[in-house]
């Protein structure tokens, strides 16, 4: 008997599966669409910086009062105006999310969200930012921020310090 409540109740429960299944499936091609999205506006991003350091170096280059990179402290990694400091920090986002830097200093925005330094995304889901920051600051304070659009969370724990005449990497870990 095709008619019979429970045949009806058990085609009705099978379309619904079927209905669940297809939605599910159009959701995880969304996300793997979005995701893929997310990949390419990073990488474009990434070509872009790429794009704009070169030219600055390039007309840094050309500036006369900027030194030429033959003047450059190879092994110290600093001008004479102030020490490179790369800051690393490995995190997973999620989609639309970016990582920034933010401190106690003029190069790192003196705590001010709106002037965070970018951070580039790299494999392995390390987040790195080079900032020239001058020896005589002295111990510079700092932390990470994750950003989504215009909301922002902040990195807890303690600050992180950074002594400026100390030149070189500095590898975090997020203090979640």
């Known amino acids: 008997p095709e008619c ?15 209905k669940y299944a297809e939605v599910m ?7 793997y669409e979005r995701a893929w999205d997310e990949a390419i506006r990073r990488e474009k991003e990434m070509c872009s910086k790429a794009a704009k350091e070169a030219q600055e170096a390039k007309e840094a280059k050309d500036a006369k009062d900027v030194k030429e ?25 999620s989609f639309g999310q970016d990582l920034f830097l933010v401190g106690s200093c003029e190069e790192l925005g003196c705590w001010d969200v709106i002037r965070k330094v970018p951070m580039g995304w790299t494999e392995g889901n390390v987040w790195t930012a080079k900032v020239s920051i001058p020896k005589e600051r ?9 950003a989504q659009g215009d909301r922002v969370t902040w990195e ?5 310090v ?9 590898r975090d870990r997020w203090q979640g």
Not at 25 to 31: A, E, L
Not at 162 to 170: D, H, I, M, S, Y
Request: glycine share 10%; with cysteine.
């Open 4 to 18: 019979s409540p429970g045949h009806k109740l058990a085609a009705k429960q099978r379309s619904y599966k079927e």
């Open 25 to 31: 499936h159009k959701r995880q091609v969304n996300m």
């Open 69 to 93: 990179p033959k003047e450059l402290q190879a092994n110290a990694g600093e001008w004479s105006g102030g020490a490179f400091h790369t800051f690393m920090v490995p995190y997973s986002t």
């Open 138 to 146: 002295g111990a510079v304070e700092y932390k990470y921020i994750v």
């Open 156 to 160: 807890s724990g303690t600050n992180h």
């Open 162 to 170: 950074l002594e400026a005449c100390e030149v070189g990497q500095r």
